[in-house]
């Protein structure tokens, strides 16, 4: 659903992808115990070892009934509608179709050639990539950058940090963009007010997003808020598993704060990071509601992402096919880094 | 991680404190640390600090080119607004119809796959979490544009069933995912004993797994609740009446051609966030105590 903030969220986010990465220390500590009945020999635990095995005699069937429904709904609500993206990049789907329920036509290798040689798509192309690239190093160095200060300060300050960090959290998508909305207001936002009162400059009545670049850093700035959070509390969680013997022991042998960082604490939340940033690229690259509510449901060509390309192609010309081939390269572009991330997932035993 | 990561986090308390007492310098350096932690804290918080404030202020100020950081006073004219906007209670009912139904459903649906998972041996499980990993990482337009089309051809535009089965199946991936994290930590041998004397495979699960898996439930049933919760694209497609609106959608309605009442939508979106981040206090500590009890167990 909601992919952003992580979002979403996602998790954006939202949030339903925030779930699987936030589990990531979860899982990382009972992997152990996981994998206790699959291991093949099994003279650890005897008599509990045989018994997934009878099971499986017993009733093979079973498990098959239980993820049955699971899979029929995942397939109807995932699977399908990829496979008809894929269809639908292939024939013309405009009104006329959609509404009579005629067969569109195909149309071969039109939809992408058409894309592929129109400049504009390679321009929102680049300021995707762009933008998924300010908005992850901004996330990924704020965020650990909290995660190792949280881990230096008073118990009662961290209390209030994760408290904060919690509320901001969990404000829902629509309301972090109305938020921001209200902030950057034209004529009483509190951006405009502030910035005349303290830099002197005549802000009131300033649009940003008048200009792309400004209209963007709001963008950006409610992105990596949404999304520092999740980042901040997941790697936090990965530096309180850094045995504080083993730092103590390097600061002893003479290593200055940076040493003890790169060669004791960095190796140890590294797989985290790995993965929260793999997550971040997806989630970022994926960005669609705060730039559409943001810039009013009707976003300006200029402010248009791979997403929002797709779906003003969609809704707005109304040539449904067009919109599916421009999801369809998404997909694909974004197909590397998803590998990446379960290859890594399976690195770490999570998925046993 | 390393063998000895269980106890660590019991410890890390501990030694962090310790030097401060031993050198004192330590101590300065925190002072450092504690201000730039509170004035991050303040960042992050400052947005939700405004819509508070701007929900509980009065309308002139809010139109004013003066904004002031304090409310010279506190009025709920804001909330009457919100609350008297044609179809609020269309919009609660909308939106607790459908994410009602849909976690429930969901979890029914996910509880079984995560005991599958969770508990056989069985082929093509491994292929099935990756494919419960990897779906979710769809870009939202990619299936916004098949499932508007199907809906359309099936009669499911503007019908709660068609965003309850989305929603639905939206929460199911990582919903089976986080289940079965929980289920896995349950030993079979609780099972296994339930069954020895004399209790059937259902007569275990349900009194046995189901009460421990309860907490864990929970926490998956309160995410799928806030994602459906704050969905908004998936819904403003889909239903195209006005009292078919859910509460997100709702909010849209603030801003009209003439202007946005940014006092009422500030209201109406506080309205909207406090059950949220009431859930989001909840789970939090779930997943707190997900973490050290996994930790106690490695």
């Known amino acids: ?352 | 991680m390393s063998a000895s990561t269980p106890t660590t986090p019991v410890t890390k308390a501990g030694p962090a404190a310790e030097p401060q007492v031993l050198r004192p310098d330590r101590k300065k350096s925190r002072l450092h640390y504690n201000i730039l932690g509170l004035l991050i804290a303040v960042v992050m918080a400052f947005p939700v600090y405004w819509l508070i404030v701007s929900a509980l202020r009065p309308n002139q100020e809010i139109r004013s080119y003066d904004q002031t950081l304090w409310p010279s006073s506190i009025t709920f004219d804001n909330f009457k607004r919100a609350l008297n906007q044609p179809n609020f209670d269309t919009a609660v009912q909308s939106t607790l119809i459908v994410s009602l139904t849909a976690v429930i459903g969901g979890m029914v649906i996910a509880t079984l796959a995560a005991l599958a998972i969770g508990r056989f041996r069985f082929f093509g499980r491994k292929p099935l979490l990756v494919v419960l990993i990897l779906v979710q990482m769809l870009p939202p337009t990619a299936m916004l544009i098949p499932i508007y089309a199907q809906l359309n051809a099936m009669g499911g535009l503007n019908e709660y069933w068609g965003l309850i089965a989305l929603y639905l199946v939206t929460t199911l991936p990582f919903a089976v995912v986080m289940i079965r994290g929980f289920v896995v930590n349950i030993p079979v041998e609780l099972e296994e004993s339930a069954m020895v004397d004399g209790c059937t495979r259902f007569g275990a699960f349900m009194r046995v797994v189901f009460p421990l898996l309860a907490p864990g439930l929970a926490a998956a049933s309160i995410f799928a609740l806030v994602n459906a919760w704050n969905e908004y694209l998936f819904a403003y497609i889909l239903m195209n009446d006005n009292d078919k609106y859910t509460l997100n959608v709702w909010l849209m309605t603030f801003t009209t051609e003439r202007g946005t009442d940014y006092g009422a939508l500030m209201a109406g979106s506080t309205l909207i966030a406090l059950p949220v981040v009431v859930f989001f206090m909840i789970i939090q500590k779930k997943m707190a105590t997900g973490l050290t009890s996994g930790a106690v167990k490695g």
């Open chain 1, 1 to 352: 659903m909601q992919r952003d903030k992580r979002k979403v969220s996602h998790v954006s986010a939202a949030d339903t992808t925030k779930a699987a990465g936030a589990e990531i220390p979860v899982q990382t500590a009972t992997t152990v115990t996981d994998r206790g009945p699959s291991s093949p020999d099994g003279t650890r635990r005897g008599p509990a070892q045989g018994s997934p095995r009878r099971t499986f005699k017993k009733g093979a069937l079973l498990p098959y009934l239980l993820i049955l429904p699971a899979i029929v709904a995942i397939a109807a609500v995932y699977a399908y509608p990829l496979v008809k993206t894929v269809i639908l990049s292939f024939q013309d789907l405009g009104r006329r179709e959609l509404w009579t329920g005629d067969d569109p036509p195909w149309v071969g290798f039109e939809q992408f050639t058409n894309i592929l040689g129109d400049s504009e798509f390679w321009y929102v192309t680049g300021r995707t990539v762009l933008f998924m690239a300010v908005c992850v190093v901004l996330t990924m160095a704020i965020g650990l950058m909290v995660a190792l200060l949280m881990q230096r300060l008073t118990t009662w300050v961290r209390l209030v940090l994760t408290v904060a960090l919690i509320a901001a959290w969990s404000m829902p998508l629509m309301v972090a963009a109305s938020i921001f909305r209200w902030l950057a207001d034209s004529d009483y936002g509190l951006i405009n007010t502030l910035i005349a009162k303290f830099a002197g400059e005549d802000f009131l009545g300033h649009n940003w997003f008048l200009n792309p670049w400004q209209g963007f850093a709001v963008i950006i700035a409610l992105v990596v808020w949404g999304a520092i959070p999740f980042v901040a509390i997941t790697l936090y969680a990965a530096l309180t598993q850094v045995p504080a013997e083993l730092e103590e022991a390097a600061q002893l042998d003479g290593a200055n704060a940076f040493g003890v960082y790169r060669f004791v604490t960095w190796p140890v939340i590294k797989p985290v990071f790995i993965m929260v940033g793999t997550l971040s690229v997806i989630w970022d690259f994926n960005v669609f509601g705060q730039i559409w509510l943001l810039r009013g449901n009707k976003p300006e060509p200029e402010y248009e992402t791979l997403g929002l390309y797709s779906y003003s192609k969609a809704f707005e010309s109304t040539s449904f096919s067009q919109g599916s081939a421009i999801a369809l390269i998404t997909v694909l572009l974004l197909s590397g880094v998803a590998v990446y991330y379960v290859r890594q997932l399976i690195k770490t035993g999570e998925v046993e």
